[in-house]
């Protein structure tokens, strides 16, 4: 058993498709596939389409695409209208879900491209934002569009407080699939540090070396960690990702932050938003 902090990471990659491997990845804690194109595929395959929506683009395109997609009206599809120019924000997975987005698959990046070895490319009715110009949107839009992913390192508790906010994407590592009595994990469990850990230490060491050697045991007489987990402690380390807007981040921030949040999830959100402060990302 050993203790660590809880913490946080931005995500920023060049590649979309990366953004979906790394919360695949983090799911299952796996290690890094050397062949990313060939585990995005695979993620296809099994249609574990919400890692998906970790990748994610701003597009300006012809009116007439626009006017298609209002017609469309999928969820996972935002639209805009900004001073004469036509903007949609979406992610991978409507583009993998259904057979509606062939002009948006058009748009993609060409690192994208073999995600959709069945589409024929044609002429894009439109091009993909930079960071850049997204950031220069008028506020009210860009507070939709501007998506940001971060990695936290929590507890199972905030975990669940997090995931009740709707309007955002998750991928957490999982209790089902990961074996902490496996090498890779150390041979332990590992436990996000209590506020109070001084205050309460013997208390605390003596309780989660007990869910340590239950777990274990259960293992060692053949039970499943799907099965085995109903041991662990709320504290157990569950690291996930998060990606969502800038406008949805303000509301977690208002919520999480708050003399009445919890204090576990206060410090990871009061960190988050002062790194945002820092990056300009808040207006």
Do not use: W
Not at 82 to 95: D, K, N
Not at 107 to 119: D, K, Q, R, V, W
Not at 210 to 215: D, F, L, N, T
């Amino acid at each position: 058993m050993r203790y660590i902090d809880a913490s946080f990471t931005e995500i920023r990659e060049e590649k979309k498709t990366t953004y979906v491997a790394l919360a695949a990845h983090n799911c299952y804690q796996v290690l890094k596939n050397d062949n990313e194109n060939d585990f995005i595929l695979r993620l296809e395959g099994f249609k574990h389409y919400a890692v998906f929506e970790h990748g994610r683009f701003v597009a300006s395109v012809s009116k007439e695409l626009y006017f298609e997609l209002v017609k469309i009206n999928d969820k996972f599809i935002d639209l805009f209208e900004c001073g004469g120019e036509y903007l949609v924000s979406f992610s991978y997975r409507p583009l993998l879900e259904k057979n509606s987005f062939g002009k948006l698959i058009d748009i993609l990046p060409s690192y994208s491209h073999y995600m959709f070895p069945n589409h024929e490319f044609n002429k894009p009715q439109g091009r993909i934002l930079s960071e850049e110009e997204i950031s220069a949107l008028p506020n009210s839009i860009y507070k939709k569009v501007k998506y940001v992913t971060i990695k936290i390192d929590t507890d199972r508790g905030v975990t669940h407080e997090l995931v009740r906010h709707r309007v955002a994407s998750y991928a957490q590592e999982s209790t089902r699939y990961c074996n902490y009595a496996k090498d890779k994990f150390g041979n332990e469990i590992t436990i996000i540090k209590p506020l109070d850990y001084e205050q309460f230490k013997e208390t605390y060491d003596a309780s989660f070396k007990a869910s340590e050697e239950a777990y274990f045991k259960m293992l060692e007489l053949g039970s499943k960690p799907e099965m085995a987990r109903a041991v662990l402690p709320t504290k157990l380390k569950a690291t996930i990702y998060l990606t969502c807007s800038i406008e949805e981040y303000e509301h977690i921030f208002e919520l999480r932050t708050s003399p009445r949040a919890h204090p576990d999830i206060a410090v990871i959100f009061n960190a988050v938003k002062e790194q945002f402060e820092k990056e300009g990302y808040l207006r």
